[in-house]
Structure formats: structure tokens, C-alpha cells
Nanobody
Framework: QVQLVESGGGLVQAGGSLRLSCAVS????????MGWFRQAPGKEREFVTG???????TSADSVKGRFTISRDNAKNTVALQMNGLKPEDTAVYYC??????????????????WGQGTQVTVSS
């Protein structure tokens, strides 16, 4: 069974940085495309950034230039470096994995495994 565990969330002032980590167990992440999603209170879960098996990444326009995703297949982890945080980045952040051959990296429904989420709060 594949399990994902996020860590690194917390409270930070606007303009600050946080680094989230997603530790994966049960199978090598080299088999998966990985994504980060977030969900703010009263809003739908939204795509933040994702990285394919070949390490090509893509991000939502709202975080481009501020957030960076990376993967370390040897350590079976995925990281999300968040710089220039804004209050509107406040949300629960989820790590997700998909092993499908055909998928949309942007679509939450195409991911098979999810972490429990970690809270990120950005104060103004």
C-alpha cells in the first residue's frame, strides 16, 4: 500500500518561505507523477504544481515564479519550496501520486494516492 505523509507546514508572515516535504512509502516514486494541491476553507481543492516521471514540472499561474516542486527518487520524497508567500496561499496542502499511463497532472481525480494534508497559514 502506498502511503504519503506531508510535513513542513506552519504559520509564516507574508513574504516568507516554507518548504513542504512529502515522504512516500510502499513503492518507488519513480513510478509516479506527483502533485501538490491545496484547499482553502469554503473552496474547492485546486492544483498547485506537479512533476512528471521525467521530472518535467508545471505550476498554476498563481504560484509561478514563487513555488518550486522537486523530486528525489533515491529518497522517495517530493518537496515544495514556497517563497514570497501571500495570505491567499493559506490552505491545507496535499501531496498526491498517480501511476496512470494517461492522466492530467492538473486534475485531482486522476491521482490515486493522497496524503493527509498539512496546514499552511500566511499572515498579513
Amino acid at each position: 500500500q502506498v502511503q504519503l505523509v506531508e510535513s513542513g507546514g506552519g504559520l509564516v508572515q507574508a513574504g516568507g518561505s516554507l518548504r513542504l516535504s512529502c515522504a512516500v512509502s510502499g513503492r518507488s516514486i519513480s513510478s509516479y507523477a506527483m502533485g501538490w494541491f491545496r484547499q482553502a476553507p469554503g473552496k474547492e481543492r485546486e492544483f498547485v504544481t506537479g512533476i512528471r516521471r521525467n521530472s518535467v514540472s508545471t505550476s498554476a499561474d498563481s504560484v509561478k515564479g514563487r513555488f518550486t516542486i522537486s523530486r528525489d527518487n533515491a529518497k522517495n520524497t517530493v518537496a515544495l519550496q514556497m517563497n514570497g508567500l501571500k495570505p491567499e496561499d493559506t490552505a491545507v496542502y496535499y501531496c498526491a501520486a498517480t501511476g496512470r499511463a494517461v492522466y492530467s497532472i492538473y486534475r485531482a481525480g486522476d491521482y490515486d494516492y493522497w496524503g493527509q494534508g498539512t496546514q499552511v497559514t500566511v499572515s498579513s
